[in-house]
């Protein structure tokens, strides 16, 4: 049963996904970390876990990886849809990533960006993905930083003319990795990249940003101790 919040996030994200910009500067910070740590391998089964638009999705089309990406809004799987080139195996899925409808251990691979900033619980989010996830897989996942969060407002303003915003929650690092640990996965490389004074060609109102953290990438593994 869908939450409060997760109803207020799928309006929110479905108003949004007409206009949403998935080409923002931010991307230069995660996606080579996510291709660098994801290492994917033939007939691999990878969940994009928060896909949108499939921004993720589109750096792995054109292979013959077995994807599953699960959104709350049902309008941006819609742009998914129509953006990613066909041939690829692909599946999309609209629930909530706090209660994902799959089996323990479907998945050889997990990739989620930006989804950990609209969960309450962070420790439920992760202890979903070590579900979800093989022994011996690898998750990699990108969230805004909390400091960037403090600075701007955890809650993202759609639209302020009808008042509408996705509710956001700002997780510490320390808490996040706390649990990570809980849910049995270890972290094989952490990075805080900060905004730099290049990603002003595109964001001249980023300027106040400069310097500060803009992205939490974490890459995680579940070992197999068998």
Aim: net charge neutral; aromatic share 6%.
């Amino acid at each position: 049963m869908e939450t409060p919040q997760e109803k207020a996030t799928a309006e929110g994200y479905d108003r949004w996904a007409a206009f949403y910009d998935d080409s923002d500067p931010s991307t230069s910070l995660d996606e080579p970390f996510l291709l660098r740590h994801l290492r994917p391998f033939p007939r691999c089964r990878i969940l994009d876990l928060g896909c949108g638009t499939g921004r993720y999705l589109r750096r792995l089309t054109g292979s013959d990886y077995r994807i599953i990406g699960v959104d709350l809004s049902r309008n941006m799987l819609a742009r998914a849809r129509h953006q990613i080139a066909g041939g690829t195996h692909l599946r999309l899925v609209q629930a909530s990533a706090t209660c994902l409808p799959f089996r323990p251990e479907s998945f050889d691979r997990v990739m989620s960006g930006l989804v950990l900033d609209h969960v309450a619980s962070a420790e439920r989010l992760f202890d979903d993905v070590a579900a979800v996830l093989g022994r011996g897989g690898n998750a990699v996942m990108a969230a805004v930083h909390p400091e960037m969060q403090r600075m701007t407002g955890s809650d993202i303003e759609i639209s302020r003319e009808d008042r509408l915003r996705i509710p956001g929650h700002v997780h510490e690092v320390a808490d996040l990795l706390a649990a990570i640990r809980k849910a049995g996965l270890t972290v094989t490389a952490m990075e805080e990249p900060h905004v730099t004074a290049a990603m002003l060609e595109h964001r001249p109102e980023w300027k106040r940003k400069i310097g500060r953290p803009a992205l939490l990438l974490l890459a995680l593994a579940k070992l197999d101790r068998t």
